[in-house]
């Protein structure tokens, strides 16, 4: 009885601190986009709300929160709030299974950073990735509009073709590691003294661009593509609705997605790896912290690499996109398949 | 001389009975009958090579009968000739939609403004106006004053007491304007459904660079049809022209391509002069000012396709990269002229003021640093994978394409056609500065880019040329003397300017296309009829035919390559 209500405290704190990091973060990164975007073109950015606009997310928050709540007519009303929640549990969910960093004991209990520890993380991962399509199919039809209908039909186009690429560009690290669990993932890695990045470089490439078309991040924000579609399924959202699609895109799920790609490929919470020799921790003096920083860094330096791309490219045609998908890059996985399961002995000895 | 000459006509004289031959200094008309026009033009075309289409309206003169006086302009590319066909009609003639498309265009509109119909035109409606309105605007029996019987909301409004007085009385302005029935049947009337959807686009929508309508038959995103429905911006500046006093219109070239302002200026001033006779009488200095003005205008206008067009295929950054150097030509242009966007700078017979201190120098400054900022931005486009994709194969125009549809500047140079008036024709300083032509080979939405940012380098060619000559003349008048004030007084406001009777097609190289004042005039201080030959409008017209079979999100790219201004087109 004791140790239940030990896990349903931890838990519930585990719940509490996700959420409110998560969507924090999420918050304060629509500033940290608007000022990196500022620089690449030259302009100072937000700089009136707080010290170098500090406080710039919570007035644009309170700004749309105040707003009219518009509704088109001859949509369909449930339907159309019904794509909001869609578009925002599961892509908060993913976070459930992101090993933030290692084990550690707290008080004599064993608490894993992370939320729950399933032994098919990757799978529930890109499970919850794919209702993304529910929220966007359902946004684009309750809303009535011819815009949104063809925004969300590029959208979900996108969504299944890049599915299958991303599915198959993953496969790489999960044969090598031999488990879906995420946390497993990172262990192995820590345990192989290798990172799978230098195993799976196509993978990881792949695996980028399926992250960009999946959050519809320039090159592959056709679904948005505000010269002809204005702002395509979004159209007909005002105020904190409409806001809520662009933090939980460009945001939150890039957000979760770099975490995937940092637990799959760069070694999770684990620092500088030189293969098969061992580690190198410059942040040593960090001490217990030193992993949870380097997961943070690794995540960052992913999601500035996706503002530097969406900030400086031109973007595809919808026509383009699908076929990089099956002409170039599926080809390509199935490739990198073949490669990982001749080596892969070689690598679980 | 840009016109043909008489000679050249004659064995036509032989197979067209009652041709008549006229050669004045500023024109060249072959007088025709209505039975024989489509031969005669036939004949011009694919004889005599005159295929480019410039531009077709008509004159009316309510007194005599038969009532209109209907000219075409055509022009021989490759020996650079101009040529008016002129014919009598009283409200009928026969269509040439099947010798030039931009006929079609044009045919339209004048069926719009004075009600001409049009035998064999496919499709006879209105350009401008909605459907339903009953008057032709341009008639000259058009009631100015308005009607009577018509109700205004909007200005009949009576805030503070009905004591306004004169013409700020809106009381007896009276007249119509389009209620929603009226849009709906425009719209119903333009384009047939074929397909699945139609995606309405625009009037107001982001991509359309002002306020077009476009209507696209959708079948998916394929479009299997497309309309554009104009004249959300017709302001009736032929008609108005028509009212004012040579310099006084000129105001009124600032607001038709707004983005060329001092372009325009320089076309309708360089018209004028031509039809006055004094183009030699213009000093040196004042021209090799209008030049240089009329170049960092064109790098302007250039400047804000690029951006746009950047920012129509995703690439934000080179917006404001684009928008930060159009900045510092816009103080240049302010700090010269004191106003930004509308100018009105030249005059007829110079300039309004003397280039300011400092001026050359600041120019000179720019011209220097630019270069660089162009290679930077060519670096991040020209090579890039994703814009050579977007960009080659798309919207692919040919030769032949060129001369059916009338198109000008940089959309016919894309196509490998070097009609480009500033050598062909070379009005002020062009004919002694040194430049060249960039010409594309596919025609290609690629091509189009490249040749419009070669043209800014060319421009920059010719800007240091005027620099250099206009150091050396700091003392120099900038405004003609007249050689005898009683018979033409030539001052900076321009009144009291009586131009003699004649009339002259005269046109200037704007950045979006040939830009044509027609003027007719029957002596005094104001014309009988102008009519302006829109770039934009024409190079449009080739924008349902590239559309079709693409898909939607080529819409931007075609239309940004086109790069058509909406008061230019609507006027």
Same mark, same amino acid.
């Given at each position: 009885m004791e140790g239940f209500v030990a896990w349903l405290i931890i838990t519930l704190i585990k719940i509490l601190v996700i959420l409110a990091v998560v969507l924090g973060v999420g918050a304060y990164l629509t500033l940290l986009e608007r000022k990196v975007a500022a620089h690449i073109q030259r302009r100072p950015g937000p700089m009136v709300v707080g010290w170098h606009g500090l406080l710039q997310p919570l007035a644009d928050g309170l700004k749309l929160l105040t707003k009219e709540d518009l509704f088109p007519r001859y949509g369909n009303k449930f339907?159309?709030?019904?794509?909001?929640?869609?578009?925002?549990?599961?892509?908060?969910?993913?976070?459930a299974v992101i090993p933030f960093g290692p084990e550690f004991e707290l008080f004599g209990i064993k608490i894993k950073p992370m939320l729950t520890d399933v032994n098919i993380g990757i799978l529930l991962v890109f499970a919850l990735g794919s209702m993304a399509v529910f929220s966007i199919a359902l946004a684009g039809w309750a809303s009535n509009s011819k815009?949104?209908? !063809?925004?969300?039909?590029?959208?979900?186009? @996108? *969504?299944?073709?890049?599915?299958?690429? !991303?599915?198959?560009?993953?496969?790489?690290? @999960? *044969?090598?590691?031999?488990?879906?669990?995420?946390?497993?993932i990172v262990q192995k890695q820590i345990d192989q003294k290798l990172w799978y990045i230098w195993l799976q470089p196509i993978a990881f490439v792949v695996y980028m661009f399926a992250m960009l078309a999946e959050t519809g991040r320039v090159p592959f924000d056709v679904q948005e593509a505000e010269a002809e579609l204005v702002t395509g399924f979004t159209v007909e959202y005002g105020g904190m609705k409409f806001g809520l699609f662009p933090l939980v895109e460009w945001y939150i799920e890039v957000l979760s997605l770099s975490a995937i790609a940092v637990v799959l490929f760069l070694g999770g919470w684990s620092p500088i790896n030189i293969p098969f020799l061992g580690f190198l921790d410059p942040l040593f003096f960090l001490g217990p912290l030193s992993p949870f920083v380097w997961f943070i860094l690794k995540v960052s330096l992913l999601f500035l690499f996706v503002l530097w791309l969406h900030w400086t490219l031109p973007r595809y045609r919808i026509d383009q996109i699908a076929e990089t998908a099956w002409k170039v890059m599926l080809p390509l996985t199935f490739v990198n398949l073949v490669f990982t399961a001749i080596i892969a002995p070689l690598i679980w000895r | 001389m840009p016109w043909a000459k008489g000679e050249e006509f004659l064995d036509l004289k032989e197979r067209f009975k009652g041709l008549e031959i006229e050669e004045k200094a500023t024109i060249t008309i072959l007088r025709i009958d209505k039975s024989q026009l489509i031969d005669l033009l036939k004949a011009l075309k694919e004889e005599k090579g005159f295929k480019l289409f410039i531009d077709h309206s008509v004159v009316d003169f309510?007194?005599?009968?038969?009532?209109?006086?209907?000219?075409?302009?055509?022009?021989?590319?490759?020996?650079?000739?101009?040529?008016?066909?002129?014919?009598?009609t009283d409200g009928e003639l026969p269509s040439i939609e099947k010798l030039w498309f931009a006929g079609k265009w044009a045919e339209r509109e004048c069926y719009d403004m004075f009600g001409i119909r049009y035998e064999g035109h496919e499709n006879l409606v209105r350009a401008f106006m909605w459907e339903t309105y009953q008057h032709y605007p341009l008639r000259k029996d058009f009631p100015l004053e308005g009607y009577a019987t018509e109700y205004l909301p909007s200005l009949n409004e009576v805030l503070w007491g009905d004591n306004l007085q004169g013409l700020m009385n809106y009381d007896r302005m009276h007249t119509y304007v389009p209620t929603l029935e009226d849009l709906e049947i425009t719209e119903k009337k333009r384009l047939k459904k074929k397909a699945q959807i139609v995606l309405n686009w625009g009037p107001l929508h982001p991509g359309t660079h002002g306020t077009m309508w476009f209507l696209f038959d959708l079948e998916g995103e394929r479009v299997y049809q497309c309309d554009v429905i104009l004249?959300?911006?017709?302001?009736?500046v032929e008609k108005l022209a028509e009212n004012e006093m040579y310099n006084q219109f000129l105001v009124y070239t600032d607001r038709m391509d707004y983005l060329s302002a001092l372009c325009s200026n320089q076309a309708w001033v360089v018209a004028v002069e031509r039809l006055l006779g004094i183009e030699d009488l213009?000093?040196?200095?004042?021209?090799?000012?209008?030049?240089?003005?009329?170049?960092?205008?064109?790098?302007n206008s250039h400047l804000l396709w690029l951006g746009t067009y950047a920012l129509d295929l995703g690439a934000l950054t080179i917006f404001l990269y684009t928008f930060k150097e159009r900045e510092k030509l816009m103080d240049i242009i302010e700090g010269i002229t004191g106003a930004r966007l509308t100018i009105s700078y030249t005059r007829i017979g110079g300039v309004r003021m003397d280039l300011p201190e400092g001026a050359l120098e600041v120019i000179r400054a720019f011209i220097k640093r630019f270069p660089k900022e162009l290679e930077e931005w060519e670096r991040i486009l020209?090579?890039?994978r994703i814009w050579l994709r977007r960009n080659i194969g798309v919207g692919v125009i040919s030769k032949e394409d060129v001369y059916f549809y009338g198109l000008t500047g940089p959309v016919a140079r894309g196509s490998g056609v070097p009609y480009d008036l500033r050598k062909f024709e070379p009005y002020d300083a062009y004919g002694w500065v040194e430049f060249d032509i960039p010409v594309g080979e596919n025609g290609d939405v690629y091509d189009r880019y490249l040749v419009r940012l070669e043209e800014m380098r060319q421009s920059l060619r010719i800007i240091e040329q005027c620099l250099n000559a206009l150091e050396k003349m700091k003392k120099a008048p900038f405004f003609a003397e007249s050689p005898d004030p009683k018979k033409l007084k030539l001052s900076l406001d321009g009144i009291g300017l009586k131009v003699p009777e004649g009339e002259i097609?005269?046109?200037?190289?704007?950045?979006?296309?040939?830009?044509?004042?027609?003027?007719?005039?029957?002596?005094?201080?104001?014309?009988?009829r102008v009519?302006?030959?829109?770039?934009?409008?024409?190079?449009?017209?080739?924008?349902?035919?590239?559309m079709k079979d693409r898909v939607i999100a080529d819409a931007v790219t075609v239309l940004a390559s086109l790069d058509p201004v909406v008061g230019e087109i609507d006027r």
């Open positions: 339907l159309y709030n019904l794509a909001l929640v869609m578009a925002l549990v599961p892509a908060t969910l993913v976070f815009y949104a209908l !063809i925004g969300s039909m590029r959208k979900a186009g @996108i *969504i299944v073709s890049y599915e299958v690429v !991303i599915t198959f560009a993953v496969m790489g690290p @999960i *044969i090598l590691a031999g488990t879906l669990s995420t946390y497993d | 309510p007194d005599k009968k038969p009532r209109f006086e209907a000219f075409y302009i055509l022009y021989k590319v490759d020996e650079k000739k101009r040529i008016v066909v002129k014919t009598w004249g959300q911006l017709h302001r009736g213009v000093p040196e200095k004042a021209k090799y000012i209008r030049t240089m003005m009329s170049e960092l205008q064109r790098i020209s090579r890039n097609y005269s046109s200037g190289e704007n950045p979006r296309g040939e830009l044509g004042f027609y003027i007719y005039s029957k002596g005094g201080i104001k014309p009988y009519k302006i030959r829109p770039g934009s409008m024409y190079n449009l017209c080739i924008y349902p035919k590239l």
